[in-house]
């Protein structure tokens, strides 16, 4: 595994934005044109920042999904996903090839998820963004996670841990706001990246970093899979990392 500790949140998320944006050059630079899968939440505010503010990045060039959406939120809710990509990503940095984000509205989420699935299945994915949940979840993918289901999303109950995650990173008022289910990208699909970038600071996300990075690979701690994936960096915090070093 390739783990690279910084000082704090902002120095992980500027490299972990160069390193991104180093690949994206070189991927487009090989191939004509990149497939890129974005992660949202607290953590990849500084990662994306970054992003943005890299130059010679031809975005026309870029393809772009993403991980998870909750089902039945508006897009105008602060909360909603695609409102964050549009925001902090999508209108900054101009045209891209193309993008294809989950309607959480969809009348039937399970033909969002079939629509999705047949889309991505046509684009190898050459870097895929992604974070580790309080409760080590990746994407929506909450403990006992499906290692096994081919589809490339889902549709999953959210647990308990993971909609307090999402109260107290301050997204909603109560527990009782957050949606039970959302549409998220499978682990078979995300594990397909060429690439991953993980980028996950913060003391609250420390237990389920070292459950991650130093227990056998589980399906209870669902970010552990991606000590499988060959092409993997973890960008972490001196917070976050706290505990890997007393075990």
Request: hydrophobic content about 40%; proline content about 4%; overall charge negative.
């Amino acid at each position: 595994m390739d783990i690279r500790i910084l000082k704090d949140k902002y120095e992980l998320g500027k490299e972990a934005g160069k390193e991104a944006a180093a690949i994206i050059r070189k991927t487009i630079a090989d191939n004509g044109c990149a497939n890129v899968i974005l992660a949202t939440g607290a953590s990849q505010f500084e990662m994306l920042e970054q992003l943005v503010s890299e130059k010679d990045i031809d975005w026309s060039k870029v393809r772009i999904f993403h991980l998870d959406e909750y089902i039945g939120l508006p897009e105008s809710h602060k909360a909603s996903f695609r409102k964050y990509l549009k925001e902090r990503f999508i209108n900054k940095v101009g045209k891209l090839l193309e993008v294809y984000l989950i309607n959480g509205d969809a009348a039937n989420p399970q033909e969002e998820c079939d629509k999705l699935g047949a889309i991505i299945k046509q684009y190898p994915i050459d870097i895929a963004f992604v974070g580790i949940g309080e409760n080590g979840h990746l994407a929506f993918n909450d403990p006992p996670a499906n290692f096994e289901i081919e589809d490339p999303y889902l549709v999953v109950d959210l647990d308990e841990v993971c909609r307090a995650q999402q109260m107290g990173e301050g997204w909603f008022a109560s527990i009782n706001d957050v949606p039970k289910q959302a549409i998220s990208m499978s682990i078979k699909q995300m594990m397909k990246a060429k690439r991953i970038i993980c980028a996950v600071p913060d003391k609250r996300k420390a237990q389920a970093v070292s459950d991650c990075l130093t227990l056998p690979v589980s399906n209870l701690h669902p970010s552990s899979i991606l000590q499988n994936h060959p092409n993997c960096i973890f960008f972490l915090d001196s917070s976050s990392a706290a505990l890997l070093d007393k075990r």
